[in-house]
């Protein structure tokens, strides 16, 4: 099966791996090896993904999640996973459990709000 999409925008889409942590739009890159030789031999770059537990701190709770070092200065220079998470598009999340956990967060938020009020 052939695809009209160029070969770029199929692995963004297939690297089912970014939906199950925080890759920050970070994907598989192809390119070739290049040695002394120059014989071009494929190959790819992974991102650089590390298992970290986060906390957050509205849910009161860590969670252990896989995420790439470029999300991990992104939540530091935030200020924290919530902030991170609630400051970020949905779109530029890039993950069905980053939104979720963000839908959670929102919920939360919702109800301190409204105990604050009474």
Do not use: C
Not at 36 to 49: G, I
Not at 82 to 106: G, I, P
Request: no cysteine; charged share 25%; aromatic share 8%.
């Amino acid at each position: 099966m052939l695809s009209a999409q160029s070969g770029y925008a199929l692995a963004r889409a297939t690297f089912k791996r970014a939906q199950r942590g925080l890759f920050g739009g970070k994907h598989i890159q192809f390119g070739n090896n290049n040695p002394f030789s120059k014989t071009k031999t494929r190959r790819n770059w992974l991102p650089n993904v590390q298992s970290k537990k986060l906390y957050s701190e509205l849910l009161d709770a860590h969670f252990s999640l896989k995420v790439t070092t470029s999300v991990i200065r992104t939540i530091d220079k935030k200020g924290g996973l919530d902030k991170y998470l609630l400051e970020t598009r949905n779109k530029n999340l890039f993950s069905e459990k980053a939104v979720t956990m963000k839908r959670d967060l929102q919920q939360v938020l919702k109800t301190k709000t409204a105990e604050q009020q009474l």
